[in-house]
């Protein structure tokens, strides 16, 4: 069932699933926690803590958020990873929890990273799927202000039938072709929080001076069908100073966990084994 907190006037969504050391899940957009549930039903005894982001899911996106960070759309509210990052530890602060692990896909490994050079004291490991360390390179800049162009005429059905259909890898579709149109469900944001996030993720900083000073364990998962996370991308965070473990998941696309959630499960399950439960 899903609780809430509320932060800055905004009610935030987050539900819990099982027992054991915490380990907080943050899912990739345009989805929101649902994303998780296959694989969390495969990997066993843990306490899963899965929030929805602002404007994600059951979290209302709030009011107030920055305008003109985004030079490039100057006009565009700016869902920051650093805002992102201040919810989840008001999110660890709400459940008492000293420290956790946490495992994050796409936008969730880059407010991981955020969350790393804000209170590295409060990670005892990092699970990094499909995501990178690198800033956007200028073709994704200029394809994310196309998104808020096209956002800005036609709405989101466009923009979200186009992620459902690219950012799913191949092998997925082939196997099981209703995983379109789960997942295409559960993208239900409004256009104000499609803009502010792809606001807020042109603007992210480039982490790759970071990571040699990551002393947490790192798991890095790369899908091997991701069309915009590549495998060179994610080694980087092998540079790591408490050790990288690396996997690349040939037949997955960019929700990895979704479309391969055992495969995913088995990778993560022993890793999460060195923590205490």
């Keep these: 069932m899903s609780k809430t907190y509320v932060l800055n006037g905004a009610s935030l969504s987050y539900s819990e699933l099982g027992s054991g050391f915490p380990v907080i899940f943050l899912h990739p957009t ?10 969390i039903a495969e990997l066993g005894e843990v306490r899963a803590i899965l929030p929805d982001f602002r404007g994600h899911g059951a979290s209302a996106l709030g009011t107030g958020l920055p305008v003109g960070g985004f030079t490039r759309v100057p006009d565009a509210p700016v869902l920051s990873m650093g805002q992102l990052a201040a919810d989840m530890l008001a999110l660890i602060d709400h459940l008492a929890l000293p420290e956790a ?8 490994g880059y407010v991981m990273m955020e969350l790393w050079r804000r209170a590295p004291l409060r990670i005892r490991g990092l699970a990094i799927i499909c995501s990178k360390p690198q800033p956007d390179a200028e073709d994704n800049l200029t394809k994310r202000v196309e998104t808020i162009a096209r956002v800005r005429r036609e709405g989101t059905m466009g923009v979200f039938d186009g992620n459902a259909q690219t950012l ?13 149109q789960e997942l295409r469900a559960r993208m239900t944001l409004t256009p104000d929080a499609v803009i502010a996030t792809q606001a807020g993720l042109a603007m992210r900083p480039d982490s790759v001076p970071d990571i040699a000073e990551i002393d947490a364990p790192i798991l890095a998962i790369c899908g091997g069908e991701d069309p915009g996370i590549t495998e060179a991308e994610m080694r980087a965070f092998e540079a790591a100073e408490g050790g990288c473990e690396f996997h690349l998941l040939a037949d997955a696309g960019h929700f990895a966990a979704y479309e391969q959630p055992a495969k995913m499960a088995a990778m993560l399950a022993p890793w999460l084994r060195q923590f205490e439960f």
């Design 101 to 108: 692990v946490f495992a994050g896909c796409s936008i969730g």
């Design 30 to 39: 345009p989805l929101d926690h649902f994303y998780w549930l296959p694989m």
């Design 168 to 180: 799913i890898g191949a092998s997925a579709q082939k196997k099981r072709p209703e995983i379109i």
